[in-house]
């Protein structure tokens, strides 16, 4: 049986509510359970385009030399504050250096399989 166009948006617009920061690591290693040297950011912004969830945020390095960012990763938080990482993904690998940023985007759609 397969999901009805409304029953996939509302599952959509679940996860983007429960979605409230992105961060990004350096590992991209496809079996982590979770990020790498992990970077946090907020959201700007979280939308639904037609079967698509589209969430985008800012990235950047705020440290010494250069990171290669590999992994990105959205999270929401517990009763408690903490986060909990709700998807990840392995993505092309992008130099970040000190100063620059970087506005990524994240599409997630829900398919049958």
């Given at each position: 049986m397969?999901?009805?166009q409304a029953a996939k948006r509302?599952?959509?617009q679940a996860l983007m509510d429960a979605v409230v920061e992105a961060g990004w690591g350096t590992s991209g290693a496809a079996t982590a359970g979770s990020l790498t040297n992990p970077v946090y950011t907020n959201?700007?912004?979280k939308r639904l385009e037609g079967d698509s969830a589209v969430f985008e945020y800012a990235l950047a390095w705020e440290g010494l030399g250069?990171?290669?960012l590999r992994e990105i990763a959205l999270f929401t938080r517990d009763e408690n504050?903490?986060?909990v990482m709700l998807y990840r993904r392995t993505r092309?690998?992008?130099d970040l250096e000190?100063?620059?940023t970087v506005i990524d985007r994240l599409t997630v759609r829900l398919e049958e399989v």
């Open positions: 397969a999901f009805t509302l599952m959509l959201l700007i912004s250069v990171r290669t504050g903490n986060r092309d690998p992008v000190v100063g620059m």
